[in-house]
């Protein structure tokens, strides 16, 4: 399968110790010629990003690049835009969370996030046979929803987390629920939820093989795998 992955960055970050941490205009700046901190030291982006949930994300395409699956993994950051898994960045300080949506859009547009976000839908001429967005609704407004699902393939199937009015009407995307039930259901944060769900497709798709079609793969994100191995905390760092 081909697989890509639209996560977020997280407040959580690995800075190296004596590492200056940028703040949201450096950053930006950063990715200009007109960079004040051309010396700035990077870090990888899957390495940089810490939070609960981007570890899940990391462990989930893990066992989906063993299953042998190619999996593209990028992150929507509120620094730096849209962040390959292995491009380097300085670590730095920037949310989108309470911004005005007016706000939020502009920075979208600034940072290019749409178009990066449309290349990467039409990367493979044969389509991705799934799109996953594991965001949170600040991300959302970061993003030109209606462009975007336009672009995807006609043979691709996308997945999403509380997104229903977002993807009311749009074909081929389905919304599932990542909410303070499903939280309590699991015994997890609300915020990590996003990367447990995806979690358990990945191990879904390694015990019970390439699902067959988009309802096939929407079961794979709610059903819990058939395995003896648990969803205890920190569980998403073992094999």
């Known amino acids: 399968?081909?697989?890509?992955?639209?996560?977020?960055?997280?407040?959580?970050?690995?800075t190296p110790r004596g590492t200056e941490v940028l703040s949201a205009e450096a950053v930006r700046a950063w990715?200009?010629?007109d960079s004040e901190h051309p010396d700035a030291v990077v870090v990888p982006a899957n390495r940089l990003y810490m939070g609960r949930q981007q570890q899940m994300v990391r462990r989930a395409i893990e066992i989906l690049r063993?299953?042998?699956?190619?999996?593209?993994?990028?992150?929507?950051?509120?620094?730096?835009?849209?962040?390959?898994?292995t491009e380097a960045?300085?670590?730095?300080?920037?949310?989108?969370?309470?911004?005005?949506?007016e706000e939020v859009c502009k920075l979208g547009e600034t940072l290019g996030i749409t178009s990066d976000l449309l290349?990467?839908?039409?990367?493979?001429?044969?389509?991705?046979?799934?799109?996953v967005f594991t965001l949170g609704a600040a991300y959302w407004k970061a993003i030109d929803t209606e462009t975007v699902f336009d672009a995807a393939d006609q043979t691709s199937s996308m997945?999403?987390?509380?997104?229903e009015q977002v993807a009311r009407g749009v074909p081929g995307i389905t919304s599932l629920p990542a909410r303070l039930e499903e939280a309590r259901d699991l015994e997890e944060i609300v915020i990590a939820l996003k990367g447990r769900f995806l979690l358990r497709f990945a191990r879904n798709r390694r015990l019970n093989g390439e699902p067959s079609d988009h309802a096939e793969q929407v079961q794979y994100f709610r059903r819990p795998p058939d395995t003896q191995a648990s969803f205890t905390n920190y569980d998403f760092e073992s094999r």
């Open 1 to 14: 399968m081909k697989i890509l992955i639209i996560d977020q960055c997280s407040a959580s970050k690995e």
């Open 31 to 33: 990715i200009t010629s």
């Open 66 to 85: 063993d299953a042998g699956d190619e999996v593209t993994l990028v992150y929507i950051s509120a620094g730096v835009g849209v962040v390959e898994e």
């Open 89 to 101: 960045i300085p670590p730095y300080e920037a949310t989108f969370a309470g911004l005005p949506k």
């Open 119 to 131: 290349a990467l839908l039409r990367r493979p001429s044969e389509g991705w046979d799934l799109v």
């Open 159 to 163: 997945v999403g987390f509380n997104i």
